[in-house]
């Protein structure tokens, strides 16, 4: 096996571990955001439109996060600020007052019991 395989393996089981990641914990979450950059899942939200002559601005400011990136250590964070002048997407997944579907320790046993055939 030459080391490109190897490489291309440990992406592909870097990518399939984010993939059961974001399955787990999509639920926890109330909202959904997309920017051009990356996806973002968080409980709250302040977006801001700051109109600018030649471009739109939007701020957005985000609590309790979880972003997708394959080449985190940790994918929670605390606080997320993220200015664009590119398209955000803002996605409800639940509303207020609406309880996670699950706690902190399911999600660690969701995370690390999962079969690859629960994936599909």
Known sequence: MSHLDELDDFEAELELRLKREYSAVY?????????QDATYLCNKLDLEYVPQPAYPFFRVKMEDVWVWDKNRPTRMIPRVEVMSTADVTVEE????????????????KRIGDQTPDEEQ
């Not at 639940?94 to 996670?100: L, S």
């Open 27 to 35: 639920g926890l979450f109330r909202y959904c955001v997309l920017t």
């Open 93 to 108: 997944l639940k509303g207020e007052g609406d309880e996670p579907a699950l706690t902190a320790e399911a999600l660690a």
